[in-house]
């Protein structure tokens, strides 16, 4: 004889002293944060940058852009705050680019120029184009045993427009790349056409040969 479903001893039935709990959903885990790219590679992790900022330390890593230079400018700006307080230390900007966008390269040194405390650079890679009025601009400026340097003039972003804005565009590229030979010329002491001309032929140096031109004062761990 069939049982009846509901009088089933089997049957499994809730326990009234004991209600099912109401359903929640897993618990989000994090996962790993990838690094933000750049374009100079991977991104520094973000308590690296805090650690370094923390030194006075601010990067300028791979090719120089205005968003980056953004960055760079609020980093010094920030920093400099430290000068008012009476602080004495620098601050250090450490190089490797190989150049970039030469009116990004302006935003820095436009910085530099206008911040109270001293600004020392140091070139632990490489340091090329526009970079080097960067390097310039500082008050101090040292390598790496191991870095190099590439004196090449500055390339002007893609002009698009009319003929007239072509026009002007170029020619405000000419007076701002006129400011970059004026500023290696006072830095390095070498003669203005000896600059255009190096910066025309890309001439490339060591970091021993970037002291002997003016490029650095020193070269760390060799003095």
């Known amino acids: 004889m069939?049982?009846?479903?509901?009088?089933d001893p089997m049957r499994w039935r809730p326990n009234p002293?004991?209600?099912?709990?109401?359903?929640?959903?897993?618990?989000?885990?994090?996962?790993p944060v990838p690094p933000t790219p750049g374009d100079g590679g991977p991104g520094m992790p973000g308590w690296l940058e805090e650690?370094?900022?923390?030194q006075r330390i601010v990067m300028l890593r791979g090719t120089l852009t205005p968003s980056t230079a953004s960055g760079i400018a609020a980093a010094l700006l920030t920093l400099d705050g430290g000068a008012h307080t009476g602080d004495p230390a620098p601050v250090q900007l450490h190089i490797a680019s190989p150049g970039g966008d030469l009116v990004a390269a302006h935003t820095i040194i436009d910085v530099i120029d206008a911040m109270t405390g001293q600004v020392h650079a140091v070139v632990?890679?490489?340091?090329?184009?526009?970079?080097?009025?960067?390097?310039?601009?500082?008050?101090?400026?040292a390598a790496y045993r191991h870095a190099r340097?590439?004196?090449?003039?500055?390339?002007?972003?893609?002009?698009?427009?009319?003929?007239?804005?072509?026009?002007?565009a170029?020619?405000?590229?000419l007076r701002e790349l006129e400011e970059v030979v004026l500023r290696l010329v006072e830095a390095t002491g070498q003669t203005r056409s000896r600059i255009e001309d190096d910066l025309a032929a890309g001439r490339r140096l060591s970091a021993a040969e970037a002291k002997d031109y003016g490029l650095i004062d020193r070269i760390i761990g060799t003095d």
């Open 2 to 7: 069939p049982v009846d479903p509901r009088h």
């Open 17 to 31: 002293a004991r209600p099912p709990e109401p359903w929640q959903p897993e618990p989000w885990q994090p996962g």
């Open 51 to 54: 650690r370094l900022f923390d």
């Open 124 to 141: 632990t890679s490489e340091a090329g184009g526009a970079v080097l009025a960067v390097l310039a601009a500082a008050d101090r400026r």
């Open 149 to 168: 340097f590439t004196l090449a003039e500055p390339r002007a972003a893609g002009l698009t427009g009319t003929a007239d804005e072509v026009a002007a």
């Open 170 to 173: 170029a020619g405000q590229h």
